[in-house]
């Protein structure tokens, strides 16, 4: 089976405050995602990656940056978190244009 | 640009009673693919279908099937005989085929919130 796995379920930070979301896969996938989930908003994409060190924006890049300095892991930076960054992030892996697999999701506040 | 529209936020039906999720899309692209998911109270989306929009045959998994109609651009999901286990919210999600990339964004709906009433 699939796993993705996240550093933390719940988070919470402070205003300012340089936050790291970690994501790893356990499939050697290439292609890893980071999602926001708000209410009523759905999943918005905010970036993704296709290989190691390459990434492109999503839908909601602002305010975010991502590194990915290994196949496995996929990280999503935010570097001065701001209250309106509250929200659940949840990390997707794939391989190729197979279905994406989602892990557990980090719920963050920021304060 | 691709769009999914799931235009129930809420339903409440009760147990054993059969509920349809609607999903409505909008792409250009000509070869895509239709997904389901789930995400039950503990917060992880779990997948449930992947259909290409070659294939238009509806499927049936157990209680959940679907109706693929490409000339509504709808991929609307069905359980049959719900259970409170059911309750959840179903995202509907659409990706543009294969890029040269080989990767594969999704574009997400809304999500609906399902509540089964024992």
């Known amino acids: 089976d699939v796993k993705v796995t996240q550093s933390s379920r719940y988070l919470v930070k402070r205003t300012g405050e340089k936050v790291f979301l970690e994501c790893v896969q356990d499939?050697?996938?290439?292609?890893m995602f980071w999602y926001r989930q708000d209410p009523g908003l759905g999943l918005r994409l905010i970036y993704f990656?296709?290989?190691?060190?390459?990434?492109e924006k999503g839908d909601i890049p602002e305010g975010y940056s991502v590194s990915r300095e290994k196949k496995e892991r996929f990280s999503l930076i935010l570097e001065s978190a701001s209250t309106n960054q509250t929200s659940m992030y949840l990390c997707?892996?794939?391989?190729?244009?197979?279905?994406?697999?989602f892990g557990p999701g980090t719920r963050l506040l920021v304060l | 640009a691709q769009k999914v529209t799931q235009a129930q936020t809420e339903i409440s039906v009760v147990e054993k009673e059969d509920v349809t999720l609607d999903c409505v899309y909008e792409t250009r692209d000509t070869t895509y693919y239709l997904f389901w998911y789930k995400q039950p109270p503990s917060g992880e989306l779990v997948f449930l279908i992947r259909?290409?929009?070659?294939?238009?045959q509806n499927e049936i998994s157990g209680r959940y099937s679907w109706n693929f109609q490409k000339s509504t651009s709808s991929f609307n999901f069905t359980i049959t005989a719900s259970q409170v286990v059911d309750s959840a919210v179903y995202f509907c999600?659409?990706?543009?085929?294969?890029?040269?990339?080989?990767?594969?964004?999704?574009?997400f709906g809304t999500g609906t919130r399902l509540t089964i009433i024992p």
């Open positions: 259909r290409n929009s070659f294939d238009e």
């Open positions: 499939m050697d996938h290439e292609n």
């Open positions: 990656s296709y290989d190691v060190k390459m990434k």
């Open positions: 999600a659409l990706s543009e085929a294969e890029t040269n990339f080989g990767n594969e964004k999704l574009t």
């Open positions: 997707a892996s794939t391989f190729g244009s197979e279905t994406q697999y």
